[in-house]
C-alpha cells in the first residue's frame, strides 16, 4: 500500500474498531487509577461508587449489590492472564470425586500434585469422609448473594505497623496462614478469620518457631474453616484424625490430638481439602519456577501463601492481599509479628521473587488489589 492509502486503511480500522477498543483501554486506565489509589478514593467524599476495600459499617447494606471490580472482568480484559485462568478446575478435592481414572492420572504425580507413592487406603478412607458434595465447595450456604469479596492475609512485615486490620474485616472472608498471630497485631490485621490454610508440616513449624512471638494456637472458631494442603500423606492422615476426632495413628505425626490444633468440632464440613490437580495446574500456569530445573525441583512448590491467594482469586469475585511480598520487601522485617527487623528469608522449596512479580503483575491488571506501601 502507498502511504496515502494505507493511512486512510488504518483510520477505517481504528474506525470500525476503534470505539470499542478506545473504550476499553479508557475503562482499563480508570480501573487501574482506582486499583492503585484505594486510600485516596476512600476519602473522597463525593466518589458515589463504593470504594474496592469495603468499609465495615456497609458491609451488611452490600449484600446485594454487584462487584465494582470482578476479577473475571479483568481477567477478560487482560490477554496475558486470559489464558491462564481456567475456571472449570475443581479447586477443592471431595469423595464425589475418587475414581480409579483419578487415582490411575494422580499416581502419577509426586505430592503435593498427586499421589505417587502414598497408600491408597489412607487416600481412600480420608475422601469418604469428605463424601458430602459441600465439601467441593468454599462457601457453601453463608455466600453472600451477588459479589463475594475476600481479603487474603499473609504474615509479611509490611503489616506491621499498618493499621489495615478493620478495611481486612470489612471483607465478606479473611483468608489466613501459617502463623497468623492476631493476638495485639488486631490494628494491624484485623480479627475475623474464617479460613486457615496450612500443610500439617509449615502449621507445626510455625508453632514451634513462633510461639515466642505469640503463635501458640492457630485460629479457632465456629465459623473458621480449614484448608489443607496436601503436601504430604501427613496432610491426609491428620485430615482423616480431625474428622474422625481420634489421635493420628501413624507417621511423623503420630499420637497428635486434632482437636488441639482445630478445636473440638470434628464436622467434615469444618475441613477442606485442595485437590492436587488445582495446585498443579496453578504451578503450570501462574508460578512455574526456574527451580524446576534445578536440583530442588522435587522440593519446589508455591508457598501457602501463594496458594492461599491463588484459591482465593478462584473462589472469590473480588480479592485484597495484605502482607504479601512486595517490590519493595527488603524495607520490612519477614514477619509482621517479629520484635526486631529481620531480613525476609528465601527457602530453596519455594520461589518468592516470582510470586512477588505475579501478585504485582496481576495487581496491575486489577485482577487482585495488593496492598502496598
Ligand atoms: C514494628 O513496628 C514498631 C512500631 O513502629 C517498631 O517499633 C518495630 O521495630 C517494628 N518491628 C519490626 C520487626 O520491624
Not at 484485623?190 to 500443610?199: P, R
Not at 482465593?312 to 519493595?328: K, P, R
Request: glycine letters at 6%.
Amino acid at each position: 500500500m502507498d502511504f496515502p492509502r494505507r493511512w486512510l486503511f488504518r483510520m477505517l480500522l481504528l474506525f470500525a474498531a476503534g470505539s470499542g477498543i478506545l473504550l476499553t483501554l479508557y475503562c482499563s486506565v480508570r480501573q487501574r487509577q482506582r486499583f492503585l489509589e484505594p486510600q485516596a478514593q476512600a476519602r473522597s467524599i463525593t466518589s458515589p461508587r463504593a470504594t474496592f476495600e469495603p468499609k465495615a459499617s456497609n458491609s451488611k447494606s452490600r449484600k446485594n449489590q454487584p462487584c465494582q471490580h470482578p476479577l473475571s472482568l479483568a481477567i477478560q480484559k487482560d490477554g496475558h492472564f486470559r489464558g491462564l485462568f481456567d475456571f472449570s478446575i475443581p479447586v477443592l478435592l471431595w469423595g464425589g470425586l475418587f475414581t480409579q481414572e483419578l487415582w490411575n492420572d494422580l499416581s502419577q504425580h509426586k505430592v503435593p500434585f498427586g499421589w505417587q507413592g502414598l497408600s491408597r487406603e489412607a487416600i481412600i478412607s480420608t475422601l469418604r469422609l469428605l463424601d458430602n458434595p459441600k465439601s467441593a465447595e468454599l462457601f457453601g450456604a453463608s455466600k453472600p448473594l451477588s459479589c463475594i469479596r475476600c481479603a487474603v492475609v499473609g504474615n509479611g512485615g509490611i503489616l506491621n505497623g499498618s493499621r489495615q486490620g478493620q478495611k481486612i474485616d470489612a471483607h465478606d472472608y479473611v483468608f489466613r496462614l501459617n502463623g497468623a498471630v492476631i493476638k495485639d497485631f488486631e490494628r494491624d490485621v484485623g480479627t475475623k478469620t474464617s479460613f486457615y490454610g496450612f500443610t500439617v508440616n509449615t502449621m507445626k513449624n510455625s508453632l514451634i518457631s513462633y510461639a515466642n512471638l505469640g503463635f501458640t494456637s492457630v485460629p479457632q472458631g465456629q465459623d473458621l474453616h480449614y484448608i489443607f494442603i496436601p503436601s504430604s500423606i501427613r496432610d491426609y492422615l491428620m485430615l482423616r484424625s480431625a474428622i474422625l476426632g481420634v489421635p493420628v495413628p501413624e507417621g511423623p505425626d503420630k499420637g497428635d490430638r486434632p482437636h488441639t490444633y482445630f478445636g473440638p468440632e470434628t464436622s467434615a464440613s469444618k475441613f477442606k481439602l485442595l485437590h492436587p490437580d488445582f495446585i498443579r495446574y496453578l504451578t503450570e500456569r501462574f508460578l512455574k519456577s526456574k527451580l524446576l530445573n534445578t536440583r530442588f525441583a522435587d522440593l519446589y512448590m508455591p508457598s501457602t501463601g501463594a496458594l492461599m491467594l491463588l484459591t482465593a482469586l478462584h473462589t472469590c469475585d473480588q480479592v485484597s492481599a495484605y502482607g504479601f511480598i512486595t517490590s519493595n520487601y527488603q524495607k520490612y522485617s519477614d514477619h509482621y509479628f517479629e520484635r526486631e527487623k529481620k531480613p525476609v528469608i528465601f527457602y530453596a522449596n519455594h520461589d518468592l521473587p516470582l510470586e512477588a512479580s505475579l501478585w504485582k503483575s496481576l495487581h496491575n491488571a486489577g485482577i487482585l488489589w495488593l496492598y502496598q506501601r
